[in-house]
């Protein structure tokens, strides 16, 4: 019987170590140790053993075998074990040094492309940059600018309030600026003329994004005080931009419109050379009020100001047909420019 014993165990274990996985190990387990497995069979065998040295001899290698099976299932499950987490480990291993490739370089952003450049062409011509905050008091965007409450032209802004109540004014007169014309004021009430600054910067209207409308935007605003400043300077000083920021085959031209902040005023169009026309922006002389808001008195001081979209300005120099596809990130989009 015990040679039987035996030859049950050395079974056993080779069977345990051709286990594949920890489910295999888990089914010789209940299989081989269980109440139904073959030492079990042989423990049950024992009492009808003739001599208690048989019993004695037998029974101890009926142990020695549960004993060196449940051993060997033990090391075994652990062996598996490991073997699965070095699997998993090496399988999730990410290597942070790895080379990824040729990295690819970004750019700037078609709008601050068009921001930059404006700049550049603008110090050229001796502009100063100048800035205001975005959160805007109703002062600074209309009244300052000769739109006291109730003039028709705030209807035309869409503005969008905010739910602040500055010191010394009363709620409902903050807003975000609906342009960046209220920088004219801050520049004047700030320094003393001359003035010779452009302002870019966010501006914000209640408008539903369409292909050529986005509540949040980009303009430029000029601003030129001196002494004995006139509309040929304007015009001027707008020919002068045009040739230096779309080339010298382009040019400009005034047309009489009506702005409350400036009075005359114009809108001027520039010329491709193609001979068709494109609408840039407002422009005109700095309106008496206006200096008086700003602190000037225009009987010393004259000026003008202009002031157009810097993302219209980007659309039509890329042909962009959708304004809204500068804004959704899409690198397939992005990467072009
Ligand atoms: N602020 C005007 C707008 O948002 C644009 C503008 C027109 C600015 C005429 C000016 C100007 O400085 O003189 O529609």
């Known amino acids: 019987m015990i040679d039987e014993i035996r030859a049950a165990r050395d079974a ?10 920890l489910q295999e190990v888990a089914e010789l387990d209940a299989r081989l140790l269980g109440k139904q497995g073959q030492l079990a069979g042989f423990k049950r065998q024992l009492g009808a053993l003739a001599t208690i040295d048989e019993k004695k001899a037998a029974g ?4 020695d075998a549960m004993e060196s099976v449940s051993g060997a299932l ?9 073997a699965a987490l070095a699997a998993q480990v090496a399988a999730e291993r990410l290597d942070l040094t790895e080379y990824a490739g040729r990295p690819t370089r970004g750019h700037a952003h078609l709008v601050t492309q068009a921001w930059e450049r404006l700049e550049d062409v ?13 959160v805007e008091s109703d002062w600074h965007n209309f009244e300052a600018l000769n739109m006291v409450e109730g003039h028709p032209a705030r209807g035309e802004f869409d503005t969008l309030f905010v739910d602040h109540a500055a010191e010394g004014e009363q709620p409902g007169r903050v807003l975000l600026r609906t342009h960046t014309s209220p920088v004219q004021i801050r520049t004047m009430l700030e320094q003393e003329p001359p003035i010779y600054i452009v302002a870019p910067g966010r501006v914000f209207r209640r408008d539903t994004p369409d292909a050529t409308h986005m509540p949040v935007f980009h303009q430029i605003e000029g601003l030129v005080v001196d002494r004995g400043i006139t509309m040929a300077d304007l015009a ?14 382009f040019s400009s031209r005034l047309r009489p419109s009506y702005f409350p902040f400036t009075e005359p005023s114009a809108e001027f169009d520039v010329q491709r050379p193609d001979g068709s026309w494109l609408e840039l922006g407002g422009c005109g002389m700095v309106h008496p009020n206006v200096l008086r808001a700003g602190g000037l008195d225009p009987e ?13 300005m980007a659309v039509m120099r890329h042909d962009v047909a959708d304004i809204r596809d500068m804004y959704t990130n899409d690198l397939r989009f992005i990467e072009q420019f």
């Open 300 to 312: 010393v001081w004259s000026g003008f100001a202009f002031g157009f979209g810097i993302d219209r």
């Open 74 to 82: 033990r090391r075994r499950t652990a062996d598996l074990g490991n």
């Open 236 to 249: 001027g000083t707008i020919e002068a931009f045009t040739k230096a920021f779309f080339g010298s085959d």
């Open 60 to 63: 101890q290698a009926v142990n």
């Open 12 to 21: 056993a274990l080779s069977q345990i170590e051709a286990a594949g996985s």
């Open 122 to 134: 603008f110090v050229g011509l001796g502009f100063r940059i100048a800035e205001g905050p975005e």
